[in-house]
């Protein structure tokens, strides 16, 4: 079975750029989550999907990222225009069912570097 | 204050030891809690999780949940140089679609 995909892997941009992540999940699971994990800390979820609805988006920043999961597969997350606390992993995650806790499968990340 | 807190470390044992590596958290709500392990460069991987209170053993890992204390625990008998990772606890409250809230992550070096 193939784990979550992310892309790019790495990405180094300035501040007030704009920065988009793409994210496949694993086939067949139905919520999607994207984190933030910025250097030391653990991951701060930032929306969760669920199919191609927002479960939870109460911590993302919406005055500069958005993203979306569009025919409930892959999603997209942007940051516009991006600032220097924004550097950090942005790691996405899926499972199965919704609620099904315990089995997030996590992607390897993209580490985003604003200068 | 923080949700779970967790010590950051890092922690460096030789190989063969008994590893301990705990969290606290401040919400009664909290019945699900879960180990993850991250290499480096790598997304977190699930280790154990546990339901409320008690023990889980899987291998060498060891999950402890006492609620009354609000104290979780992993214990790593007879560790490797490839344990060597940060583990990170989540924990949840009940019901589908919950968030996890993560510590911070504990990192640990074993030493062949």
């Known amino acids: 079975e193939a784990g979550v995909a992310q892309s790019p892997r790495y990405k180094i941009i300035e501040k007030r750029q704009s920065v988009a992540f793409w994210c496949n999940p694993i086939s067949g699971h139905a919520t999607l989550y994207w984190y933030q994990q910025i250097l030391g800390q653990g991951p701060k979820l930032l929306i969760q999907f669920q199919n191609n609805g927002v479960v939870d988006d109460s911590q993302l920043p919406k005055d500069r990222f958005s993203a979306e999961r569009l025919k409930g597969v892959d999603s997209t997350l942007k940051i516009q225009p991006a600032k220097l606390e924004d550097s950090a992993v942005y790691l996405c995650?899926?499972?199965?069912?919704?609620?099904?806790?315990?089995?997030?499968?996590f992607g390897p990340g993209t580490r985003l570097t604003v200068t | 204050q923080k949700e779970v807190e967790q010590d950051p470390g890092p922690l460096s044992v030789p190989e063969g030891a008994i590893v301990s590596l705990n969290c606290t958290y401040s919400n009664s709500a909290f019945q699900y809690f879960m180990w993850y392990r991250q290499y480096s460069r790598k997304g977190p991987e699930l280790l154990m999780y546990?339901?409320?209170?008690g023990n889980k053993e899987d291998g060498r890992f060891t999950a402890q949940v006492d609620k009354s204390s609000k104290y979780i625990s992993l214990f790593i008998r007879d560790s490797q140089p490839s344990d060597s990772a940060t583990y990170l606890c989540a924990m949840s409250r009940s019901g589908p679609g919950n968030q996890f809230y993560f510590g911070t992550g504990t990192s640990l070096t074993v030493i062949p």
């Open positions: 995650a899926s499972s199965l069912v919704w609620g099904s806790f315990g089995e997030q499968y």
């Open positions: 546990t339901y409320s209170s």
